[in-house]
């Protein structure tokens, strides 16, 4: 199995120069639950040389509390450097660790070709796609009072019809190789009363894009209690020829790998018998078995 999406910081909390032993030690743990590579995928909106191009997307948000929660939200969080982040993954791999380069890339609309000439030229194996706010609504973030209103004003429907135009609009972007969480949108357990329309709309962003989707086991830790995707979503994605990878999104060591290999019985389900894996942004199959 693999684990193809991993943070190296907890949110909330600063960042530090990355250092082959900590990449060492999460390959040790991955190995430990049966996960023999292991992608690190840190969210670029971490990285202080994000902060010209990007920051400040919150600004056209009419509500004040979103918009101030928004920037400081980015404000402690955007402390890293790319550069050493990059030079130290490229050397635990030089040093022979099943690690791969990898970033988790956002949704900023009318910039996503900013985003991709900031990451041209570096080695990536792979960029995840993510939808985690829409304007200023950082959605997935319920316990923010501002984020937690919205959820209430603009209800369940509203709310995944605004998601899944922004999931079209990344995966039309051509920026990212793989869409993470892909109906992240359920994570604090509201799902609109008939799903399929939403799920036919992601299923088919991710097809008409040719993209990757992860199949992760973090919903199980969130409200949501269910993996991503849904299990009707990932048959219609099987149906459409969408092949897949395996993810845990653990941002602490001790859940790299959690419950990845519980991922398998619902792979098997959807008639799945392969994997992803990446090196160069190229996409290889690994078989389950």
């Not at 991955?30 to 690190?40: D, L, P, R």
């Not at 041209?120 to 960029?127: C, M, N």
């Given at each position: 199995?693999?684990?193809?999406?991993?943070?190296?910081?907890?949110?909330?909390?600063?960042?530090?120069?990355?250092t082959v032993e900590q990449i060492a030690a999460y390959c040790r743990q991955a190995?430990?639950?049966?996960?023999?590579?292991?992608?690190?995928?840190?969210?670029?909106?971490?990285?202080?040389?994000?902060?010209?191009?990007?920051?400040?997307f919150w600004e056209d948000d009419d509500n004040p509390a979103m918009r101030s929660?928004?920037?400081?939200?980015?404000?402690?969080?955007?402390?890293?450097?790319?550069?050493?982040?990059?030079?130290?993954?490229?050397?635990?791999?030089?040093?022979?660790?099943?690690?791969?380069?990898?970033?988790?890339?956002?949704?900023?609309?009318?910039?996503?070709?900013?985003?991709?000439?900031?990451?041209?030229?570096?080695?990536?194996?792979?960029?995840?796609?993510?939808?985690?706010?829409?304007?200023?609504?950082?959605?997935?973030n319920w316990a923010q009072p501002a984020f937690a209103d919205e959820w209430q004003?603009?209800?369940?429907?509203?709310?995944?019809?605004?998601?899944?135009?922004?999931?079209?609009?990344?995966?039309?972007?051509?920026?990212?190789?793989?869409?993470?969480?892909?109906?992240?949108?359920?994570?604090?357990?509201?799902?609109?009363?008939?799903?399929?329309?939403?799920?036919?709309?992601?299923?088919?962003?991710?097809?008409?894009?040719?993209?990757?989707?992860?199949?992760?086991?973090?919903?199980?830790?969130?409200?949501?209690?269910?993996?991503?995707?849904?299990?009707?979503?990932?048959?219609?994605?099987?149906?459409?020829?969408?092949?897949?990878?395996?993810?845990?999104?653990?941002?602490?060591?001790?859940?790299?790998?959690?419950?990845?290999?519980?991922?398998?019985?619902?792979?098997?389900?959807?008639?799945?018998?392969?994997?992803?894996?990446?090196?160069?942004?190229?996409?290889?199959?690994?078989?389950?078995?």
């Amino acid at each position: 199995m693999l684990d193809y999406h991993l943070h190296l910081w907890p949110h909330g909390t600063p960042a530090a120069p990355v250092t082959v032993e900590q990449i060492a030690a999460y390959c040790r743990q991955a190995a430990s639950v049966g996960v023999t590579e292991i992608a690190v995928t840190e969210h670029l909106f971490r990285f202080v040389q994000a902060g010209p191009d990007l920051a400040g997307f919150w600004e056209d948000d009419d509500n004040p509390a979103m918009r101030s929660a928004m920037a400081a939200y980015w404000a402690e969080h955007a402390t890293a450097d790319l550069d050493q982040y990059v030079e130290a993954i490229e050397a635990a791999k030089a040093a022979g660790l099943p690690v791969k380069l990898g970033l988790e890339v956002d949704h900023y609309p009318g910039r996503m070709d900013a985003v991709a000439r900031l990451l041209a030229g570096y080695p990536f194996d792979v960029l995840l796609g993510s939808v985690h706010w829409l304007g200023a609504w950082g959605f997935d973030n319920w316990a923010q009072p501002a984020f937690a209103d919205e959820w209430q004003r603009r209800g369940t429907e509203g709310a995944w019809i605004a998601y899944v135009d922004a999931v079209e609009d990344l995966a039309a972007s051509g920026v990212c190789d793989v869409l993470a969480h892909l109906d992240l949108c359920k994570v604090t357990g509201r799902v609109p009363a008939d799903p399929e329309p939403c799920y036919e709309r992601l299923a088919a962003a991710a097809a008409g894009a040719d993209l990757v989707v992860e199949v992760s086991s973090a919903g199980w830790r969130k409200p949501a209690a269910d993996a991503y995707p849904a299990t009707a979503l990932l048959a219609d994605l099987h149906r459409r020829g969408v092949v897949v990878t395996t993810a845990s999104d653990a941002h602490c060591l001790v859940d790299v790998g959690r419950q990845v290999q519980e991922l398998r019985p619902r792979l098997a389900a959807a008639g799945y018998d392969t994997v992803t894996s990446f090196s160069a942004r190229r996409p290889t199959p690994v078989a389950l078995s």
